[in-house]
Every structure is written in structure tokens, then in C-alpha cells.
């Protein structure tokens, strides 16, 4: 881990990263919307700054996070660290434990920020990484493909179970549809910028609306220019056991990850 972070110029100035909380949890949506577990909006305070980077644990989940816009600087205890820009995202599986850091660089840094939860096969296994640029995004229409497929569009990151994740740009008036995969039981959009209109109503930014499957299809209209996440998956059958940091599925797969999140905990501190 040291080496990763003694790697970035943390001389540069750094901007306090912050939360609007768990939106899945704010709005008592976590058994309806297993595994997808956490999701933040993360922005930055210029009036705050860090004399050195704040690490995350995490354990048992995959993290998602997807840059809206600005940049920020990133390193992980698999011994990556780099600069991410608008349109570039990040996929950690955290298995058994990792530490993370991504911290904002500019004062329009804006980020959305995905947890799911992992199947007990892999909950535990060895941390991976990767981070992205806007030019490896696959692309379906004004759709890009996170995690999963649309369309003829995959992407070549995968997670253990059937998700998908995309992130949505539509112009004012602009129609799009999501056709929810047979094995999906459900979905559901966070608007990010702008409205767009269903056949059930307006949907407005930053507030999670589960989407009902009518029809083969799922229409969505832009009301102005907009910008949304939408994400679907079978049902989970697993119960879950959720601290701050970690997400497993049972009292001996978190010891586990609390563990090894100890022990990465000692080694940065050295």
C-alpha cells in the first residue's frame, strides 16, 4: 500500500470529499433493491483541505463509482493509483478486504457511487481492481455500459451475479428504452441531472424510483437535458450482514473481511 500512494504527489492541493449518505438506505429501499446496497452521491468542498489522502476499507462488495464530472485522485492497496477524468470510473471487487482512496482534484468533482453486494463464493476472495477512461466505455446509443450488457453492448468488467448498470445521457425530448433482461426481476433509475418522464410519472434527481415492467420494454422521455443511472437484477437470495465498511452474508465470511481489513489497517500505518 505504501508503495501506491508514495507513487501520487499528494503535494497537490486536495479538496474534502463528502456524501449525501446512502440513498438506498435514506429511503429504506435495501431489502427491495438486494444486492445493490449503497448508493452515494460523492461532490467537493473547496473550503476543506486534506494534508494527506483518507483511506476506505471495504469488504465483501463490489464499488462502483462513476465520475459525473472534474477529476480525482485515486490509489488501492492492490498497488494501483493514478488521476481519474470526467466519464472515467472505477471497479473494485473487495473481496476479502481492500483499501481505497479517491480524492476529488477539482472543485466540480461529482461522482456516483454504487455498492453490491458479492455471492458467498467470491465475498472473500482476493481484492481486484481496475480504473477506466471514457474511451474504453462501451456504448449503446446514449447508453454506457457499466457493468453487464444493452443492446449489442457489453462490458468487460463482470460481477458474480446477473446486474446490469448503465449510465444514461439524453437530450431535451429525447426517448429511450430499457428492456429488462427475462432473468431480471427488477430495476430501478437515479436521475442525476435534469427529469425524464415514464409512464408512471416525472421522475426528479436524486431520489431512487423503482421502475415497474408494464411491457416488454421501459420508456424514458427527457423533460431537459438529463443524466441517470439505471441498474437491474434477479432477486438475491441471500440475507445480508452490513457494517460501515463490510457486506457478507454471513457471521464467519465478515470475521473474515474484518480481519484482513485489520490487517491492511497495520501495514499502511507502518
Known amino acids: 500500500m505504501q508503495n501506491a500512494l508514495q507513487a501520487i504527489d499528494f503535494a497537490a492541493p486536495k479538496l474534502y470529499q463528502y456524501s449525501q449518505g446512502n440513498l438506498i438506505e435514506l429511503q429504506n429501499l435495501s431489502e427491495k433493491l438486494k444486492p445493490f446496497v449503497s448508493l452515494k452521491l460523492l461532490s467537493a468542498n473547496s473550503r476543506v483541505k486534506l494534508s494527506q489522502p483518507s483511506l476506505m476499507p471495504a469488504s465483501g462488495q463490489a464499488i462502483i463509482t462513476y465520475l459525473i464530472s472534474g477529476q480525482a485522485l485515486y490509489a488501492d492497496s492492490t498497488g494501483k493509483s493514478g488521476v481519474l477524468t470526467q466519464d472515467g470510473w472505477s471497479w473494485i471487487i473487495s473481496g476479502e478486504g481492500i483499501l481505497t482512496t479517491l480524492e476529488p482534484l477539482t472543485t466540480d468533482f461529482l461522482a456516483i457511487q454504487l455498492c453490491i453486494a458479492l455471492t458467498p463464493a467470491v465475498e472473500n476472495s482476493l481484492p481486484q481492481s481496475a480504473y477506466v477512461g471514457s474511451d474504453a466505455m462501451e456504448r449503446d446509443g446514449p447508453a ?67 421502475l415497474k415492467k408494464n411491457s416488454e420494454k421501459i420508456r424514458l422521455c427527457a423533460m431537459s437535458d438529463a443524466i441517470f443511472v439505471l441498474g437491474s437484477s434477479q432477486l438475491f437470495m441471500h440475507d445480508l450482514i452490513c457494517t460501515e465498511n463490510s457486506v457478507h452474508t454471513s457471521k464467519e465470511s465478515l470475521q473474515i473481511g474484518q480481519e484482513k481489513l485489520a490487517r491492511l489497517a497495520r501495514s499502511s500505518a507502518k
Open 144 to 210: 454506457q455500459v457499466l457493468i453487464g450488457w444493452h443492446g449489442n453492448s457489453f462490458s468487460r468488467f463482470a460481477l458474480p451475479s446477473l446486474i446490469n448498470y448503465l449510465v444514461v445521457n439524453l437530450r431535451a425530448r429525447q426517448s429511450w428504452s430499457y428492456e429488462l433482461p427475462t432473468n431480471h426481476q427488477f430495476a430501478w433509475v437515479l436521475v442525476l441531472r435534469g427529469a425524464i418522464e415514464t409512464t408512471e410519472g416525472e421522475i426528479t434527481a436524486n431520489k431512487i424510483t423503482m
